[in-house]
């Protein structure tokens, strides 16, 4: 019996002591923050003077193509690999002329590729057809309206084929300053109406890029076919992310 009283004292006196501690560590008074002190911090130190907004501003717009880059091939076939050669050079140069005769300048046409050789029949066992020459060369168009006839007139010269037909714009880059101008202009109506008129000022622009075909690939087919139509319209597009200030 006395132990366990002894062991009832120990227990008393270890649970006042660590309650004593306690009392130490809280203060006796505990001062409260007056309203004017909480929105004082909140407003100096957690929230900014200015809010910042991002937007993302995307345009769009079709243009009918002005000039057009003409692939065009030679083709020449012969037993004597020189005679191949030989022609493949003469209908180049006659073709040089014809385009020079139609206002085409010897600047805007470029020889791509040339080669030369053997070609064979494996039906006949390896038989030699020929030596082929081939040339690829490619020029310029700037007036529309004259493709067709500028297209006649090399094939009557001894072009065999042409590859393809690609409408370009000659100014894509002004067009392209245009079309940035017009994303701007999406974003800031974006802005707009996310702040329900608000005013706000831009802080940052930060231009995307956007996949945009600059150009319509035709074949010679394709071109005749749609010779009395609109060919096709070009679509040029821009992306920006423009950070606002409010």
Known sequence: MKRLLAYVMFVLFLVGG?????????????KRATAEEVVEYQTEDNFPEELELCVIGNATKCFSPDSAKITAVIETLDMDI????????????????????????????VLDSFSSYPSYDYNAGRTLIGYYSTTVFTFNVDNLDGIKTCIDTILEEGVTSIRNINYQLSNIDEVYQDVLLMAIDNAKTKAEKVTGGQEFSIKGIKEEYVYSCSSLYKTYSETLENSDTLIGDIEVSAKVIVEFGI
């Not at 660590?18 to 505990?30: D, F, R």
């Not at 180049?92 to 300048?105: H, R, S």
Request: charge should be negative; charged fraction near 25%.
């Open 82 to 109: 020189s005679i191949s050669k030989n022609k493949n050079f003469e209908i180049f140069e006659k073709v040089l002329e014809a385009l020079k005769d139609a206002q085409i300048d010897e600047t805007q046409i």
């Open 18 to 30: 660590i309650y004593s501690s306690v009392q130490l560590a809280i203060p006796k008074t505990i």
